[in-house]
């Protein structure tokens, strides 16, 4: 049961164009919810994240949208660029017992043209 | 902030043998750690939350005799796997628990049984 979803593999953009990467998830109990940027074999780099209780989360470049009715999130990047090459993950955390506790997507490839 | 780093980033051992693989916050203290393990092409797979001071909770299918987690200190968690065989080369990677629920990942650990 893939509670989390990322049904786009890959994604290729122009460089300085917007990157929009999206997710969904089908746990209502999910009320936290992260990006990260992976590169192959090395660790999940935090980008960004996004309480249930708002829509929208902005740090520089990166925007989270949170669609709580739809169950969806997406992340924006603006505008891009090639060293944002990676593999995208969403991942979503609910609270009780599963604290902390993160749940994935299966990732999708950014892939940033010069 | 938020640095975690794991040790070794790589190993190679022979079927049988055990392996250990030690995680540490650098800049922050870390009650709940986590260890994920992710094959070729794969999400992250949560294995098991360890927890300072208490026994670790294993998820559905992972086999804690063969994961030994051992959490000794707020900045120190340890995974062991037992007897190694070829079915367990993986990257193993784990992250520690900081504000907001927000998890900061080490760089992982390739293993390689032969």
């Known amino acids: 049961d893939q509670q989390v979803k990322q049904n786009s593999p890959s994604l290729s953009v122009q460089e300085g164009r917007i990157s929009i990467l999206n997710c969904d998830y089908t746990?209502?109990?999910?009320?936290?919810f992260l990006w990260y940027k992976k590169y192959p074999a090395e660790g999940p780099t935090f980008l960004i994240s996004?309480?249930?209780?708002?829509d929208k989360n902005e740090d520089g470049r990166f925007t989270v949208f949170l669609n709580k009715s739809a169950k969806h999130l997406s992340l924006h990047i603006v505008p891009s660029q090639p060293g944002d090459s990676a593999v995208y993950f969403c991942?979503?955390?609910?609270?009780?017992?599963?604290?902390?506790?993160?749940?994935f997507g299966q990732g999708t490839i950014l892939t940033v043209h010069p | 902030g938020a640095v975690v780093s794991q040790h070794p980033s790589w190993v190679i051992c022979k079927s049988g043998t055990s392996v250990k693989i030690e995680c540490r916050s650098l800049?922050?203290?870390?009650?709940?750690m986590f260890w994920y393990r992710q094959f070729p092409k794969q999400s992250l797979m949560l294995m098991a939350t360890?927890?300072?001071?208490?026994?670790?909770?294993?998820e559905q299918g992972v086999e804690k005799d063969k994961f030994l987690i051992n959490h000794a200190s707020l900045t120190l968690s340890t995974l062991t796997v037992t007897s190694a065989h070829p079915e367990d080369s993986s990257f193993y990677i784990c992250?520690?628990?900081?504000?907001?629920?927000?998890?900061?990942f080490g760089p992982g650990t390739r293993l390689l049984v032969l």
């Open positions: 992250s520690a628990l900081g504000g907001a629920k927000t998890q900061y």
């Open positions: 746990n209502s109990m999910f009320d936290y």
């Open positions: 996004i309480s249930s209780i708002k």
């Open positions: 991942a979503a955390s609910a609270g009780g017992t599963s604290y902390g506790k993160l749940t």
């Open positions: 800049d922050f203290q870390a009650t709940t």
């Open positions: 360890s927890n300072e001071g208490s026994k670790a909770t294993y």
